[in-house]
């Protein structure tokens, strides 16, 4: 199997075309804001003529320059109308942070998954079966291992499926980030 070009070292075009840049632009500015960052223009541009072009509300476009704003994604700069007086905002896509920004997330889901594979690991879990919760030793040994809920014995339960898909995904963030294990 060839390998993957990995995200970051991807041209700007091909950038947009990523499930997971997709993917996290969408969890920014959400499905109405959408329409705004899957189509960066090149330059400046006010919101109204996002607006307009894209045939959206002011307002959800605006707000989605502001999360993009947040992010490090877009830039302004205001200009104010010497005759009328009124502000407007020329907006600039930084898309060319992405790739750095994404990193950033992948690093801490990484570091969250491996801290949650070592808890699996160094616990021993029991379960209800009529309940489907899950108790670590500790808290099943209080309980005489009855379940508070049902009081049906509680059972040893394996969570060897659960570090193994934990495993996997590691695997697949390391590889997305270049990392050796
Ligand atoms: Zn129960």
Sequence with gaps: MAARTPFYAMAFED???EPVVQKYLHELVGPKG???AAAPPDGEVTDEELAERLGL??????????????YDLATYRRVRDEDSGWLTYLWTFEYENIPENLREEMDRLLGAL?????YELQNEFYLCEVCSIRFEFGEAMDLGFECPECGSPVEAMENTHLVDAMDERIENLRSELGVKA
Excluded: G
């Design 15 to 17: 950038l947009l075309d």
């Design 34 to 36: 959408m329409p705004v």
């Design 57 to 70: 509300e002011l307002n959800d476009v605006r707000r989605a320059l502001f999360i993009l704003y947040e």
């Design 114 to 118: 491996a801290e949650r594979r070592e």
